[in-house]
C-alpha cells in the first residue's frame, strides 16, 4: 500500500512510495535488504530501474510542475562524438572519434525550478542522498554544487533524440516523469568499453546499426533509474506523438562545490550566469 498522503500539503517523504522502497530507513532489515538487492541488480547490469518510486499521485503532479515550466526551457541542437570530444578529421571514416550523431533535446535548469516545486523538494531531500550513496557503496556523496546544472528537466519534443554517448561522470541518477507515444526509449550496451580498452570498432558496429547488444529500459512515469554510463554507450531514440518525453536529471557528485564551466553553461542553458550571479546551490548537502 502507498503513502496515502497528498504530497502538496505534507512532507516530501509522502512523494516516494516507501513501503516498497523504505529509503527513510536503511538501517532496518527492510531497508538493508533493499540497498543490497539495488548494488546487486546495478552490478549485473549497470542500470538499477525502480518502477514506481514515487506514487502514482506523485508522478502526475511532478510532470503537471514540469509542464507548467515550458516557458523556462531552452533548445539545445548540436552534433557530437560519442565522446563529446572535438572531431578527429584524421581518423577513418566510420571511426568513432570521427563519427557524429545528433541530440536535440530542452533542458530546464535548475535555478529556473522553484524552490516549492516538489520536485526540488524531492532532490533537496536528505534520505534520498542518503540511498543514492548506500546503493553506489560511496562513504560522502554530494548534490552538485552547480546552481544551473544541478537539477534539471529534460524535454524531448516529437523527433528530438539524445544522440549515442558515454557519459563523463561515473553515474546518473534520472526520474521518469513523463513518456512519448512512441519512440523516445532509452538504449544502452552494457560495458562496451573498459577503462583499458576503448573497444572502437565494437562503438562503430553499433553506430553503424548493429542492435544485437543492445538493450531497453522502461521508464513509466514514476521510475527512478541509476546508471553506469561512462563504459556504457547509450541513447534516447527519437519520440513521436504530442506528447513530450519528460525526464528530471538529479546529479550527485563525489566532491563538494562541483560547478560547470562558463562554456559548458552556455552550451546547455544558452547563458554563462544563473539568476542569481552569486547563487551556489543552497542544499549541497552531503552523507
Not at 548540436?78 to 530542452?106: C, I, M
Not at 558496429?205 to 556504457?232: C, E, K, M, Y
Request: aromatic fraction near 8%.
Amino acid at each position: 500500500m502507498e503513502n496515502a498522503q497528498n504530497p502538496r500539503t505534507s512532507d516530501v517523504a509522502s512523494l516516494v512510495n516507501l513501503t516498497r522502497y523504505p529509503i527513510e530507513n536503511l538501517d532496518t532489515p527492510a531497508g538493508r535488504a533493499l540497498i543490497a538487492d539495488c548494488r546487486r541488480n546495478l552490478e549485473e547490469s549497470g542500470a538499477l530501474v525502480l518502477s514506481n518510486f514515487v506514487t502514482p499521485t506523485a508522478a502526475a503532479l511532478l510532470a503537471a510542475e514540469a509542464r507548467a515550466l515550458d516557458w523556462a526551457v531552452h533548445q539545445y541542437h548540436v552534433d557530437h562524438t560519442v565522446y563529446f570530444e572535438p572531431r578527429n578529421e584524421t581518423a577513418s571514416d566510420g571511426h568513432p572519434r570521427r563519427r557524429l550523431v545528433r541530440t536535440d533535446k530542452g533542458s530546464v535548469p535548475y535555478d529556473l525550478i522553484p524552490s516549492s516545486a516538489l520536485l526540488r523538494r524531492l532532490y533537496e531531500w536528505n534520505p534520498l542522498l542518503a540511498f543514492v550513496a548506500a546503493v553506489l557503496n560511496e562513504t560522502a556523496l554530494y548534490r552538485h554544487g552547480d546552481p544551473m546544472a544541478a537539477l534539471n528537466i529534460n524535454v524531448h519534443d516529437q523527433g528530438q533524440q539524445l544522440g549515442w554517448h558515454f557519459d563523463r561522470t561515473d553515474f546518473a541518477v534520472t526520474l521518469s516523469l513523463q513518456e512519448s507515444e512512441s519512440g523516445g526509449i532509452f538504449e544502452y550496451v552494457p560495458n562496451l568499453r573498459t577503462a583499458d580498452e576503448e573497444n572502437y570498432d565494437g562503438v562503430a558496429n553499433i553506430l553503424a546499426g548493429d542492435r544485437s547488444a543492445v538493450r531497453q529500459l522502461p521508464a513509466a512515469p514514476g521510475t527512478l533509474t541509476l546508471f553506469r554510463g561512462h563504459f556504457s554507450l547509450h541513447r534516447v531514440s527519437p519520440g513521436s506523438g504530442p506528447s513530450k518525453r519528460l525526464m528530471a536529471a538529479l546529479s550527485f557528485a563525489h566532491e563538494p562545490g562541483v560547478i560547470f564551466s562558463p562554456y559548458a553553461r552556455k552550451l546547455f542553458y544558452g547563458r554563462e550566469t544563473p539568476v542569481n550571479p552569486t547563487a551556489t546551490n543552497p542544499a549541497l548537502g552531503a552523507v
